[in-house]
């Protein structure tokens, strides 16, 4: 017994002697300096669909002034919010089949921080206040006329609630037949999803739409849903979602691709094992469309969708590029 104590306590201090002890401030401080500069980062910003250039512009532009990835991608998805020529975000977007806009977004940082709001209307900027949502309140998500409020309770300007001339004409030309259809992929356009990872590896991401056209009044896509539409840990990565939400959600389409980058996938092997989730289990394949788009820790990204049509941006410190993604079907 004597014999094995001391064979114990000899492998024990022979295992202590490489760690630095507690009472080495100095070279416990040196070990984890060092440790946290082994780790090279590639700050990018990845987002869904052609509006993501002049988005991801402004996010890089906002990262590159010293602001947070945080900040870059709320103000880099508010230049989409706010172009009048886009019909499927902010509040030019396409009406419910009442003829009334209303807005989902949601934001999240890499520590599980997060906000949304849902069914909100007549606010500009929903984005914003899905991140006054994370930053202001105990909760997760708004909706409807208490996110409103709350807009109000925090200085946002209220807006007329009248449709942009071009949502309007669109809506009179639907209300001939006003027949109750998803109306996927107008304009090769639709939400526009963000995510991006600074120089320090913080990671956030953003999502915001005016959600399926003429859809019913009070539906809710997958966007501001956190896990669906977007889903970031940047222990591992983030994701995001574009298209038909209900499929998107059926799945938790994001938070899937994170766990499945979590246990090993590259970010286009997880956005192609979602997409053929989300067609195992569709209800109708044929008027459906979602995109997924995806950025890991090490800087890899991926995207994948159900048909093609689907192209994603990407601003990085070698440029910036805009991409067609593959899909399930040619």
Not at 11 to 23: C, D, F, H, K
Not at 147 to 168: D, H, N, T, V, Y
Not at 279 to 289: A, E, G
Request: aromatic share 6%; hydrophobic share 40%; proline share 4%.
């Amino acid at each position: 017994m004597g014999g094995r104590r001391k064979f114990i306590k000899h492998s024990l201090l022979s295992t202590l002697a490489g760690i630095p002890l507690a009472g080495n401030a100095g070279s416990l401080q040196t070990f984890r300096k060092e440790e946290k500069t082994v780790k090279n980062f590639t700050p990018q910003v990845l987002s869904t669909w052609n509006h993501g250039m002049p988005a991801n512009d402004k996010a890089w532009e906002v990262l590159n002034s010293g602001g947070t990835i945080v900040d870059a991608v709320e103000q880099g998805v508010m230049v989409t919010e706010n172009d009048l020529s886009n019909l499927s975000v902010g509040l030019q977007g396409l009406p419910d089949r009442e003829g009334i806009v209303t807005l989902d977004a949601s934001i999240m940082k890499g520590d599980g921080s997060c906000g949304s709001v849902a069914f909100v209307r007549q606010v500009k900027h929903p984005i914003t206040l899905a991140r006054k949502v994370m930053e202001k309140t105990p909760h997760v998500m708004l909706a409807g006329e208490g996110a409103r409020l709350f807009a109000i309770s925090e200085g946002m300007p209220i807006e007329q609630e009248e449709l942009s001339p071009k949502a309007r004409e669109a809506y009179m030309r639907w209300k001939e037949n006003a027949k109750y259809q998803p109306v996927i992929n107008i304009e090769n356009h639709d939400t526009i999803g963000m995510v991006g990872m600074d120089e320090n590896g913080a990671m956030a991401g953003s999502c915001t739409t005016s959600g399926l056209a003429y859809k019913m009044h009070g539906r809710v896509g997958d966007s501001p849903i956190i896990g669906a539409g977007l889903f970031v840990d940047e222990e591992v990565g983030a994701a995001t979602a574009t298209g038909l939400g209900e499929e998107v959600i059926r799945i938790c389409g994001a938070f899937l691709i994170v766990e499945l980058m979590r246990q090993g996938r590259t970010p286009q092997e997880a956005c192609e094992e979602a997409v053929k989730r989300a067609v195992s289990k569709s209800k109708d394949i044929d008027n459906t469309q979602i995109g997924f788009l995806a950025l890991n820790k090490e800087g890899e990204f991926g995207a994948f969708a159900i048909r093609p049509g689907f192209n994603f941006a990407r601003h990085h410190g070698q440029g910036k590029s805009l991409t067609d993604a593959r899909s399930w079907y040619k």
